[in-house]
């Protein structure tokens, strides 16, 4: 499981300060996958960051009873002057997992070729996009955590196969997507919350959660 209890999250903008969270507490189990619908500019992204650990909540606690994944097309601890090579090696040792495999799979999934052996700085978008989700299913977790939904490719071999793997681990792992788009959530979960002024809405359908994010809009 993952849960969070009376989670607070605020900025400084310079001017006033930006609640993204204000005593939140909610519980995410396994097999029950939820999606969080809020508009951007609302801290999306830094909520992402905390059920990773990358960020902290000012008060309140976040327990992990599992094992949740980085952000989905998150490029910390991904060095740009090292190939895809390197940097698959490198984070296959960060989560003891066999370099040789990881290497293996990423190389097979993201299909870039003969740029796998250049620096991840030279890469397009798309091609670091591909590298990064490669990563993140090169390894095995119990908590999928998604930003915005799938990585921006146009690459149709990259998506089928990509979509195909994640399909068949999400039988087994749950997921936690946040977007501002509905139909990106209808991918992925049944019950859903909505994000609003630092409040965390939860419900218990994703209709529900559209009928108040639509309203609030």
């Known amino acids: 499981m993952l849960e969070f209890e009376n989670v607070s999250k605020s900025f400084w903008t310079g001017k006033t300060r930006k609640v993204i969270l204000d005593r939140a507490s909610f519980r995410v ?22 059920m990773a650990g ?9 327990r992990k009873g599992c094992r949740v994944s980085f952000p989905l097309g998150f490029m910390g601890g991904v060095v740009q002057k090292h190939s895809a090579r390197e940097n698959a090696r490198f984070i296959a040792r960060l989560y003891g997992l066999d370099p040789d495999y990881v290497e293996a799979f990423s190389r ?4 870039i070729e003969e ?9 397009s978008a798309g091609m670091k996009a591909r590298f990064t989700f490669s990563l993140l299913l090169a390894m095995e977790f119990d908590i ?8 921006s490719t146009t690459d149709v071999e990259f998506n089928r196969k990509a979509g195909y793997i994640l399909r068949e681990r999400l039988k087994t792992a749950t997921v936690i997507v946040v977007s501002h788009q509905p139909a990106t959530l209808e991918k992925f979960c049944r019950s859903a919350a909505v994000l609003r002024d630092g409040r965390l809405h939860m419900f218990d359908t994703l ?4 009928r108040m994010y639509d309203y609030a809009s």
């Open 207 to 210: 209709e529900e959660a559209k």
């Open 108 to 111: 097979w999934l993201c299909g």
């Open 54 to 62: 990358l960020e902290k909540p000012d008060e309140g606690t976040i």
């Open 115 to 123: 740029y796998f052996d250049m620096p991840v700085g030279t890469y």
């Open 29 to 50: 189990e396994l097999g029950n996958s939820l999606g969080i619908l809020a508009p951007n500019g609302t801290g999306k992204t830094t909520i992402i960051n905390m």
């Open 144 to 151: 999928y955590l998604i930003d915005e939904g799938m990585p």
